[in-house]
């Protein structure tokens, strides 16, 4: 049992270059999240899904789109890159988004520089 | 909108001792969820404790404890016998009970904790 693991762990991207975030889960978990970290501001949701198929925007989502074909899987996409998305990026997922069974489960994070 | 303020951005205790991390909440809402999570160097999310804000009982996780007083929207995380693999940083959150799938966590900006052997 992996919980939610993040690949890459590191990326140096250039301005304008795109890339792919992939967040997997094997806790048959519905909810799955994306977040971004930046020094002194916590952390803010960018998007998340409430299931397969489904995607929804958070606080922070320009610049970023998401896709959830498998339930296990959640994509977080930067079509241009930018240097205002140099952050760490956490994703997360959650069985459900209220009661005792809410509980938000992370993964270890992607540092993305971007030059 | 909600807002969480953690007003120490760094904080140091003694191997053994006790610390409390403080943390404070502004919201209009009756019904919602505070959670401690703790960072350490590996960047790694991990949930510490979890409070119902329906619950007049303050949560308790073996060293770890709350001080929650809902009147006053103060959440603080009391850490006993400080242990070494305790440092790291420290987020409070908050998550609203209403809305369903759109109830995000609002993170406060983090307390660094350092222990000192």
């Known amino acids: 049992n992996a919980g939610v693991t993040q690949t890459p762990k590191f990326r140096v991207l250039k301005t304008g270059q795109s890339m792919t975030l992939l967040c997997a889960q094997d806790?048959?978990?519905?909810?799955m999240y994306w977040y971004r970290q930046d020094p002194g501001m916590g952390l803010r949701l960018i998007h998340y899904?409430?299931?397969?198929?489904?995607?929804a925007k958070g606080e922070v989502p320009d610049g970023y789109n998401v896709s959830r074909l498998k339930k296990q899987n959640f994509l977080l996409g930067l079509e241009s890159a930018a240097p205002s998305q140099t952050s760490v990026y956490f994703c997360?997922?959650?069985?459900?988004?209220?009661?005792?069974?809410?509980?938000?489960?992370f993964g270890p994070g992607t540092r993305l520089t971007v030059l | 909108a909600q807002t969480v303020t953690q007003s120490q951005p760094e904080m140091s205790v003694q191997e053994a001792e006790t610390v409390t991390l403080s943390c404070t909440y502004d919201t209009s809402e009756s019904d919602y969820y505070l959670f401690w999570y703790k960072q350490p160097p590996s960047r790694q999310m991990i949930l510490v404790i979890r409070?119902?804000?329906?619950?007049?009982q303050n949560a308790t996780e073996n060293r770890f404890s709350v001080n929650f007083q809902k009147a006053a929207k103060s959440f603080s995380l009391k850490i006993s016998d400080s242990q070494l693999g305790d440092a790291a940083m420290y987020f409070c959150?908050?998550?609203?009970?209403?809305?369903?799938?759109?109830?995000?966590?609002?993170f406060g900006t983090g307390t660094l904790l350092a222990v000192q052997p």
């Open positions: 959150a908050y998550r609203s009970d209403y809305g369903g799938a759109t109830n995000k966590l609002i």
């Open positions: 899904s409430v299931g397969e198929g489904t995607t």
């Open positions: 806790m048959n978990h519905e909810y």
């Open positions: 997360a997922s959650s069985y459900q988004a209220g009661g005792h069974l809410d509980t938000q489960y």
């Open positions: 409070q119902e804000a329906y619950k007049q």
